[in-house]
């Protein structure tokens, strides 16, 4: 039909939808054969421009001003009680405060952290669903899980900021007879494959921190990995059903000092101050073995730089309390907050390359 003309100047609208001409609208509607005009009538007009007024905007388009207006949902990657669930919640809390919503923190184990990560990535980029990861998730699976994974962590999501650094130990059950480094080496060439170790999921620090020390040492034990990550390693290695293990001191060290476990090494650069009879890895004659793991947030790749920079700052008004700092180091969580969320994603992207470039050279595959 063709268009009724106007003496009006016309507003022209680019792609389909509604055009002002004056007196009439004319809707342009998207055909094989081209783009084609139709009048309506003023009743008409009035319902299709409400329409379109109506339409929910992109993320991009949304003010940061008034962000959330809905509660948030915080996905970890791991059972309950292990150092990413304990900073995420202790974080999620103060979150709920200052931004005046719900900030909920779901717990998602499974496939060495890379369900919540897809889940995360896959999510509407709003700023409504985040996620808290580690140097596992977020740097090695890139790597470790190129095959399965249907995300690449490093391109698909983005980082908010950096939250704390942990240090990790060699934890094994109260009963184990090693006492040292060189002990455990010991028992491993006596037996060897015999002497199970715990860690997090097939490719996460803890498994290749161990890798790394079986390489050097020239042992072999056998790896038994767990899903939920400190949550789930803690029992085993009580139980001696995987009597060591590289376990983040945040978790570790209220079983250490109950006598449920003992720490034969730390992966510290120095003695800490908690554990000032363990010595270091460096100290035993393994300097550059084990991982003192970062805890960050991430959010779905192409959530609005403005909701970024104000998740960040609340992030940051939280981590730079220092009464938080102070609860938080009780806790063996050294905050460590990344000075931008662009520093934060920068490392991640540096620290993805290095993992990739030492499993080549090491010739570790995950199977």
Request: no cysteine.
């Amino acid at each position: 039909m063709m268009a009724r003309k106007n003496s009006h100047p016309q507003r022209r609208f680019h792609g389909t939808g509604p055009v002002n001409t004056g007196g009439e609208i004319m809707v342009r509607f998207a055909s094989r054969s081209g783009t084609r005009l139709r009048a309506l009538p003023g009743i008409a007009a009035g319902i299709l421009f409400a329409a379109f007024a109506a339409s929910p905007l992109p993320a991009a388009a949304q003010s940061a001003d008034s962000f959330p207006t809905r509660p948030i949902k915080v996905l970890v990657p791991y059972a309950p009680g292990g150092a990413t669930d304990i900073i995420a919640r202790i974080v999620a809390a103060k979150l709920t405060e200052s931004l005046g919503q719900s900030v909920l923190v779901e717990n998602r184990p499974g496939a060495s952290g890379n369900l919540a990560l897809e889940a995360v990535a896959k999510a509407p980029a709003d700023g409504y669903t985040l996620f808290v990861g580690n140097v596992s998730t977020n740097t090695i699976n890139e790597n470790t899980f190129a095959s399965q994974l249907q995300i690449k962590p490093s391109r698909d999501l983005v980082g908010i900021a950096k939250l704390v650094e942990i240090p990790h130990i060699i934890a094994t059950t109260a009963a184990f007879p090693a006492n040292s480094v060189a002990d455990l080496i010991a028992l491993a060439k006596k037996d060897p494959g015999k002497i199970n170790y715990a860690s997090a999921g097939l490719g996460s620090y803890p498994h290749l921190d161990m890798e790394k020390l079986m390489k050097t040492a020239g042992i072999q034990m056998t790896h038994i990995p767990y899903k939920g990550g400190a949550g789930q390693m803690i029992p085993a290695i009580i139980s001696g059903e995987a009597p060591v293990a590289f376990l983040n001191l945040s978790s570790a060290l209220p079983h250490v000092r109950s006598g449920r476990m003992k720490a034969i090494a730390t992966t510290a650069p120095g003695r800490l101050a908690e554990l000032p009879n363990v010595p270091t890895m460096a100290e035993q004659g393994f300097p550059g073995i084990g991982t003192n793991a970062w805890q960050g947030m991430f959010a779905p790749a192409a959530t609005p730089k403005p909701i970024i920079d104000k998740i960040y700052q609340s992030v940051a008004a939280v981590l730079s309390n220092p009464e938080m700092k102070e609860q938080l180091a009780k806790q063996m969580l050294d905050v460590t907050l990344s000075p931008s969320p662009a520093q934060f994603q920068q490392l991640v992207e540096k620290e993805t390359r290095a993992w990739g470039d030492f499993l080549r050279e090491a010739k570790i595959k995950i199977e």
